[in-house]
């Protein structure tokens, strides 16, 4: 009966505690214990540079196909909090289909498969989807040769 009152109503999704997944919960691959840190992993953009490498890894191996979903989340929510941290919007983590149905700003876009969470800034209507990159680098289908590049890319457009 009152399905209109929830429709417009924003429904946040904090991915910080995913982001830190990063450094935390290390496989036992050597180079992964060395590299993947606290310190390296930092939130800066610097940092972004480590992620570039660790998914160059990620690659050449079959280990993310059997794991997709947790890499784009893991990823995707890492540098999604860098943009975050470094843009001077006031970006929060939303479900993707609860900003679709507040604002406009993503009308016309086709609906990702997965139904990501994304930053969405309530000030300047801007949406951005990260953890979609990090699912689209991953399959090797990014129009960005890096998640370096995109992540500058975000945070001169939003700074």
Do not use: C
């Given at each position: ?16 505690g ?22 390296n ?24 196909h ?24 006031d ?15 993503l ?53």
């Amino acid at each position: 009966m009152f399905d209109f009152l929830r429709k417009n109503k924003l429904v946040k999704d904090d991915l910080k505690g995913i982001a830190k997944l990063m450094y935390q919960d290390v496989s036992e691959d050597v180079w992964d214990q060395e590299n993947l840190t606290k310190r390296n992993l930092d939130f800066s953009v610097e940092s972004i540079r480590m992620i570039d490498l660790y998914t160059e890894r990620l690659l050449e191996t079959d280990l993310y196909h059997q794991h997709f979903h947790n890499f784009v989340m893991r990823i995707g929510a890492y540098i999604g909090e860098v943009i975050k941290n470094h843009s001077h919007l006031d970006f929060q983590w939303y479900e993707f289909q609860s900003v679709y149905n507040y604002s406009s700003v993503l009308h016309g876009m086709d609906q990702p498969i997965e139904p990501y969470t994304l930053l969405y800034s309530k000030k300047k209507d801007a949406a951005l989807l990260p953890l979609w990159e990090a699912a689209e680098r991953l399959k090797g289908t990014s129009t960005y040769p890096d998640f370096l590049s995109y992540v500058e890319d975000q945070i001169q457009n939003y700074s």
